[in-house]
């Protein structure tokens, strides 16, 4: 069974770093396919904010430029989001999955972000 479990959120404050990971399991969807990174903040829509295809080319949303990087270990099907420079607003509940998303794949839980002083 296809299986995303993400980790590495955390309470941090403006200005601080975090990394975050995520295991894809029980599919070859996630080893074929680009992969990406979402998150959901509290009253929003999910929304994509990197995503990095199996050859490691990269995109990011604008207002995470500079600051994500997003990478990815095809032998290991695990994709990484390293977070500089965190913002207020980036806190969200952070997602994978591949892009753009198959219906017969559930969602991970996620992993929390909140950024806070």
């Known amino acids: 069974q296809a299986q995303l479990v993400e980790s590495g959120g955390d309470l941090v404050q403006p200005g601080g770093s975090l990394r975050l990971s995520c295991v894809a399991s029980?599919?070859?969807?996630?080893?074929?396919?680009?992969m990406a990174w979402y998150r959901q903040a509290p009253g929003k829509e999910r929304e994509l904010v990197a995503r990095i295809t199996r050859g490691g080319s990269t995109n990011y949303a604008d207002s995470v430029k500079g600051r994500f990087t997003i990478s990815r270990d095809n032998a290991k099907n695990t994709v990484s989001l390293q977070m500089i420079s965190l913002k207020p607003e980036d806190t969200a509940v952070y997602y994978c999955?591949?892009?753009?998303?198959?219906?017969?794949?559930?969602w991970g839980q996620g992993t929390q972000v909140t950024v806070s002083s």
């Open positions: 029980g599919s070859s969807i996630f080893s074929i396919n680009p």
């Open positions: 999955n591949t892009d753009p998303p198959y219906r017969t794949i559930q």
